[in-house]
């Protein structure tokens, strides 16, 4: 298939070549045509490399220009920031985060000049002076950027409440992952050269790059970073790595310099490599260990507003939104359920009713989910994409199965708490439910995901019948959230309602005596 494409690459190219429109416009323009063939000759000191090299790095600054640019003026791109900063608290379990402290340490300047250490001992060995000076400088040159841009863009860090990791001083960029990109692609580089075979080449490649990836990803995950922040590290990293890496193989291939003789060779070469790489992983082992870590988030008390019932149907609703969101930010389906209870008087409702909480999003929930879904099982408290309100994900959900058993098919509804409360302890939540007809791969997501049914009224008729029933409910009405509308929510679904929310305050249920 290759050799096909490649041939059929070649045919089109003379094609074009002895074309008489082409041929006329070369005579026209013999300087620039020139000047371009130059450009794109692999042979050529300041051809082919150069040119792909110069292109790939305006590519990424621009990428870095374009997250400076939303940074000042798109909302939307702080709405995204905090949608991903949130949903990712969702991820979280203590033996998840030690993954990740571990890997934002390796982007760690304790341990990155370790690593560096090393590695210019094995590039001495080597007798590569010129590729150590540049290691030595470019580190030393990104740190510099780092601190200047942070100077001209003084972002403030994520909210405590979301830290694991909580730092001082200015978000934008984040450090780690710029530094990163740099001295690990760097590394990888390094070892690519000597490496023999392309497979072999290819996982070093693809090892630095899921490196870099994962320090980057800590980053957000403990809450040090704005996911925006890391992304346009990535970009600017990525730019500088690809000048540099430009300007060496140039040098490399086309320099009249004699090669420089090695110090050290052979098995003992070999030995040498091994050692470094050991001592800088047991340097970043023993760093890790040795430093203070916290697996659950810098709680800050929000206050409880306290309202009256009258107030619970519309006053508290002026300047909140009235819809679900995206993660980006854009309204989806509208609020449908009002509830007013304790979280105690909410599981026994809805336990009553008949239905159960759903599972919390994590790798083995989530195959769990996807192995039900393709064999078409059961998964009662199978877990659901979340959904955001106000900039959090839901808090938690609650599902029922329909009579087929199957985690394809399902009543589900999402809840969020607010900081309202009727009285010292009964919470106002609110909620968004829907009927779960199928599994699709949702094209906005581009994950296995539920489609819906579109009547998303029929759905708040049958969840408000189903709480009724239990004789749990004290009062309910209606309110207008939202005008009558149409719309799609996450996955792309359409749905249709007419706008109205269903509000429900829960009985209190007396404690039983102790026997």
């Not at 340097?283 to 697996?295: D, G, I, M």
Request: aromatic share 12%.
């Amino acid at each position: 298939m290759f050799r096909l494409i490649r041939s059929a690459l070649r045919s089109a190219g003379r094609g074009v070549a002895h074309d008489p429109e082409v041929r006329k416009f070369e005579e026209r323009h013999r300087r620039l045509v020139q000047f371009i063939r130059r450009r794109l000759t692999p042979d050529e000191r300041f051809g082919l490399y150069l040119t792909v090299g110069l292109v790939l790095a305006a590519f990424f600054v621009y990428l870095f220009f374009g997250v400076v640019e939303d940074l000042v003026g798109q909302p939307s791109l702080i709405q995204s920031d905090l949608n991903i900063i949130n949903l990712l608290q969702v991820l979280r379990n203590p033996g998840f985060t030690a993954v990740m402290f571990f890997l934002t340490y390796l982007g760690q300047w304790q341990v990155i000049l370790a690593g560096a250490v090393c590695v210019g001992v094995v590039l001495a060995a080597r007798g590569r002076r010129h590729d150590l000076a540049v290691l030595g400088v470019t580190l030393v040159g990104t740190e510099v950027f780092v601190w200047l841009v942070r100077r001209v863009i003084n972002r403030p860090r994520p909210t405590l409440v979301n830290a694991l990791s909580p730092e001082e001083g200015s978000s934008f960029p984040s450090g780690h992952a710029l530094v990163a990109v740099v001295f690990y692609g760097l590394a990888a580089y390094f070892v690519m050269r000597y490496v023999r075979g392309r497979w072999r080449r290819a996982l070093v490649a693809f090892t630095g790059v899921v490196l870099v990836l994962a320090i980057g990803f800590s980053r957000i995950y403990l809450g040090a970073h704005w996911p925006s922040d890391v992304f346009a590290s990535f970009a600017a990293g990525a730019a500088w790595l690809t000048l540099l890496i430009t300007t060496l193989e140039i040098r490399r291939k086309f320099s009249d310099a004699p090669r420089p003789r090695p110090i050290v060779t052979g098995k003992r070469y070999a030995w040498l490599v091994g050692a470094a790489g050991a001592a800088w992983a047991a340097f970043a082992v023993v760093f890790f260990l040795s430093q203070p870590r916290v697996y659950a988030p810098y709680l800050i008390e929000e206050p409880v507003l306290q309202v009256s019932a009258a107030e619970v149907a519309g006053p508290i609703f002026a300047g909140l939104p009235r819809d679900s969101e995206s993660i980006t930010g854009l309204a989806k389906e509208p609020i449908n359920f009002v509830l007013v209870g304790t979280r105690a008087e909410l599981d026994g409702a809805f336990a009553a009713a008949g239905w159960l909480p759903s599972d919390r999003i994590n790798a083995r929930s989530f195959f769990r989910m996807l192995f039900a879904a393709a064999a078409n099982l059961d998964y009662p408290q199978g877990p659901g994409i979340p959904t955001f309100w106000n900039g959090r994900p839901n808090d938690f959900a609650y599902e029922q199965a329909t009579v087929r058993r199957t985690i394809r098919q399902r009543h589900h509804i999402h809840i969020w708490s607010t900081d309202f409360a009727v009285g010292d302890d009964r919470r106002v939540w609110l909620g968004t439910a829907h009927y779960d007809r199928g599994i699709k791969i949702a094209t906005t997501i581009l994950i296995p995901t539920h489609s819906i049914d579109p009547a998303v009224d029929k759905e708040r008729q049958k969840v408000l019948a189903d709480l009724q029933a239990t004789g749990r409910v004290e009062s309910d009405s209606e309110m207008q959230m939202v005008d009558p509308m149409m719309g799609t929510n996450e996955a792309g679904d359409a749905f249709f309602t007419d706008g109205k929310a269903a509000v429900v305050f829960l009985k209190g249920q007396p404690v039983p005596a102790s026997p």
